[in-house]
């Protein structure tokens, strides 16, 4: 994963590696907890949904001298970031689809006597 994330930023040299491996591991360990949240039987993050950490961590390194700003400009050029807490929801739907089914989860019954 830290050589295709290094490719899509145009890095060459290992200059960068140790920012970027935690960078990974901060949003493999985010992604980790939300889909653990909808399906605490995942142990980790499935290999199918791995490019999700990639795209994180590709903002994330863009966005490093620039947390806490919402929006930038410089000369005519603006920016508009993701809040740190938004920046999983275009990814929600597919997070979702990895909930337990209704069905398979122990449901609490009630007895009535007549």
Known sequence: MLQRIKTLLGIEDSLQDDLLTILIENAEKHLSGRLKRVNPQLEAVPEE??????????????RLGSEGMKQDSAEGHSVTFYDLKDEFIPYQEIIDSYAIPVESTPKRGRVMFI
């Open 49 to 62: 949904i791995q490019y999700i950490v990639e795209e994180i961590v590709i903002r994330r390194f863009n």
